[in-house]
């Protein structure tokens, strides 16, 4: 399995990005993103299902939207209205239906004041 992600980078205050991810090797049923700032734990930014629920953290409700394309194991966030606050690592998460969960290599977002 492998996960290949892509878009992060640097932006500035108020600014957009849009963080993509593909998934190879099995067939999953739920993708997300999650996030870890400096000195903090990670967290759940947002995830998809394949049936197309959807759960965003608090902090990103509103500004954030995640799709997929299940045909291309393909998910998708885009971000909004970025503030310093959303500076981290990004990493790609993808579950399968046996609960096997895997994660990207992680691509850092840096959101400049």
């Known amino acids: 399995v492998q996960l290949q992600a892509s878009g992060g980078g640097l932006v500035q205050t108020g600014g957009s990005l849009r963080l993509s991810c593909t998934a190879s090797?099995?067939?999953?049923?739920?993708m997300g993103w999650y996030r870890q700032a400096p000195g903090k734990q990670r967290e759940l930014v947002a995830r998809?299902?394949?049936?197309?629920?959807?759960n965003y953290a608090d902090s990103v409700k509103g500004r954030s939207t995640i799709s997929s394309d299940n045909a291309k194991n393909t998910v998708y966030l885009q971000m909004n209205s970025l503030t310093p606050e959303d500076t981290g690592v990004y990493y790609c998460?993808?579950?399968?239906?046996?609960?096997?969960?895997?994660w990207g290599k992680g691509t850092q977002v840096t959101v400049s004041s």
């Open positions: 998809i299902t394949s049936g197309g629920s959807t």
């Open positions: 998460n993808a579950e399968r239906l046996d609960g096997m969960t895997y």
């Open positions: 090797g099995s067939t999953f049923v739920r």
